[in-house]
């Protein structure tokens, strides 16, 4: 530990006596000053023991002793020495006095004791509480490093926490928990996770204090990693701040968490190039290949339902964002899943179907759209970089082509939606008519029915009203005559009108089909 006051009145060498302040010794010394400034407090950090002779002090007014003291103790100064047998033969009473009232240690200096003698007993005692501590720090950087390679992140974990003499935990990408030593610290640690969210937006390497929670300790986060975006966060709890053994400890803990840690980045990249390979020969027709060269890398995800997912964005961002949210739900969870790159834009994943890769990926999606509802507009943008999802039905490996293509159909819809995801099945369940709302469809319906407009226009007949409620009402005369409120030999000469115009039969059930569907296309958009 570092030298206190204390430490020097016990080295027998320097024979200082304690006139003042006894309950104070304890207080770590920073370094030793000398001067006989009036007011040296400008020249002080703090934590220093200050000597003087008092040779332009009036130590014995009592009013300037109590101006003097009060800026030394002001300043952080922890303890005055004061010579005697130089300019006073003892320590005057009004500096005793009021250094006892003011709570500041006040040692008595024999003339025989030169001050350099003090100042190269604290010298010498830093020096060697520093060197413990370099020594300490190796030793535990060794510890680290045997229980890395022997028991991994946990091993490591709990060498650390012993080592600070408090908690240890280490978080993934998404901010959730992965470990902790000890146990007990799995809930302290979880309750952290906003701070490490905030400390992952920061450019690498960031750290921070934070107090913990109620006030429980002082935690230090740090993230790992050394690319743009950190690849997982370390939490340091202890009772007080760190001394420089404990630095040492974790500083070589981020160090070495960080080599599993692009270690790790590095069997990814390679998992990847194999997953596209099995991807790959799925979407070929090649389910047995596909296994084959999977292995057991993927565990059981090409033995049982699995979905596709599709996701594209022209911010990488967001789509690294998806990976880290699907891939972390499945290490939590234990389950297989593959995730494959395809360029910049695109993401492919396979995930069980009803696991917690495919739940997280839609809560992930919600809460994308949860945040576009609280914007100022209420909408997406549709820009090109908003991230689109298509989800498909539950499939097998024989099956996989068509639920890739199920899986960019929904896509596709939840890009012309305004939404983020879309599932397959939503499709099958719900109605054609939402998909009527694009752009081309709406243009092809204009032109279909504009001839029938224009006529109408003119106030030569409701040609357009008519067609409507001929095909609301399957051809049937009567009824659709009803309808309209106009004699059915009206209606017929109407419909007639219509063949004559567009140069089509209503006979033919595809020209029935286009002019219904360009009829709800025309309504949709008024």
């Known amino acids: 530990m570092p030298p206190t006051l204390a430490s020097l009145v016990h080295h027998s060498a320097l024979k200082l006596t304690v006139r003042a302040g006894e309950d104070h010794l304890d207080v770590p010394v920073r370094w030793v000053h000398a001067s006989e400034l009036a007011d040296p407090v400008p020249y002080m950090e703090g934590g220093?023991?200050?000597?003087?002779?008092?040779?332009?002090l009036d130590a014995e007014d009592a009013k300037a002793m109590r101006r003097y003291v009060k800026r030394l103790v002001g300043a952080g100064v922890v303890g005055l020495g004061f010579a005697v047998g130089v300019n006073y033969d003892e320590i005057p009473e009004a500096l005793v006095a009021t250094a006892q009232e003011e709570g500041l240690p006040l040692l008595e200096v024999p003339r025989r004791t030169p001050f350099i003698a003090i100042s190269k007993a604290v010298s010498a005692a830093i020096a060697a509480d520093q060197y413990r501590?370099?020594?300490?720090?190796?030793?535990?950087?060794?510890?680290?490093?045997?229980?890395?390679?022997?028991?991994?992140?946990?091993?490591?974990?709990?060498?650390?926490?012993?080592?600070?003499?408090?908690?240890?935990?280490?978080?993934?990408?998404?901010?959730?928990?992965?470990?902790?030593?000890?146990?007990?610290?799995?809930?302290?640690?979880?309750?952290?996770?906003?701070?490490?969210?905030?400390l992952r937006d920061r450019p690498a390497p960031a750290s921070s204090v934070v107090g913990g929670p109620d006030n429980e300790d002082r935690v230090e986060l740090h993230t790992l990693g050394t690319g743009r975006r950190p690849r997982a966060a370390l939490a340091v709890g202890t009772?007080?701040?760190?001394?420089?053994?404990?630095?040492?400890?974790?500083?070589?803990?981020?160090?070495?968490?960080?080599?599993?840690?692009?270690r790790s980045r590095s069997l990814q990249a390679a998992q990847e190039r194999i997953g596209a390979a099995?991807?790959?020969?799925?979407?070929?027709?090649?389910?047995?290949?596909?296994?084959?060269?999977?292995?057991?890398?993927?565990?059981?995800?090409?033995?049982a339902p699995f979905r596709i997912v599709v996701g594209e964005s022209a911010d990488g961002a967001a789509l690294d964002a998806l990976a880290e949210v699907v891939e972390s739900a499945a290490a939590r969870s234990g389950e297989a899943v593959l995730v494959v790159p395809e360029g910049p834009e695109r993401l492919v994943v396979l995930a069980v179907d009803d696991g917690a890769a495919v739940e997280a990926c839609a809560e992930h999606a919600a809460t994308l759209e949860a945040e576009c509802a609280t914007s100022a507009t209420g909408e997406r943008t549709g820009d090109e970089d908003d991230l689109v999802v298509g989800l498909s039905a539950p499939a097998g490996p024989i099956a996989a082509a068509a639920a890739y293509k199920q899986a960019e159909q929904a896509l596709s819809v939840a890009r012309r939606r305004g939404r983020v995801l879309v599932e397959h099945e939503q499709l099958a369940a719900g109605s054609v008519l939402?998909?009527?709302?694009?752009d081309a469809v709406r243009a092809f319906a204009d032109g279909l029915l504009r001839p029938l407009s224009e006529h109408d226009a003119t106030g030569r007949g409701d040609l357009v009203a008519s067609l409507?409620?001929?095909?609301?009402?399957?051809?049937?005369w009567d009824a659709a005559a009803a309808d309209l409120g106009v004699?059915?030999?009206?209606?017929?000469?109407?419909?007639r009108r219509v063949e004559e115009i567009l140069g089509r039969s209503l006979d033919d059930p595809d020209v029935r089909m286009e002019l219904w569907l360009a009829l709800k296309a025309t309504a949709a958009s008024e």
């Open 468 to 476: 409507r409620a001929w095909l609301s009402r399957h051809g049937q």
């Open 278 to 303: 099995v991807l790959r020969m799925l979407l070929a027709g090649q389910p047995d290949h596909a296994r084959a060269v999977a292995g057991d890398l993927f565990g059981g995800l090409l033995d």
């Open 133 to 198: 501590s370099v020594t300490a720090g190796f030793a535990a950087q060794r510890e680290l490093t045997r229980q890395a390679l022997t028991d991994g992140p946990e091993g490591l974990l709990t060498a650390l926490a012993a080592q600070v003499d408090g908690w240890a935990a280490l978080y993934d990408a998404s901010g959730a928990v992965v470990a902790t030593a000890p146990e007990w610290a799995g809930r302290r640690a979880a309750r952290l996770t906003a701070d490490v969210e905030r």
């Open 48 to 56: 220093e023991l200050l000597l003087i002779t008092a040779l332009k």
């Open 487 to 495: 004699h059915r030999h009206t209606l017929r000469y109407r419909m």
């Open 239 to 262: 009772a007080a701040a760190l001394g420089t053994a404990e630095r040492y400890a974790v500083h070589s803990a981020i160090a070495l968490l960080t080599l599993t840690t692009e």
């Open 434 to 438: 939402p998909l009527l709302a694009d």
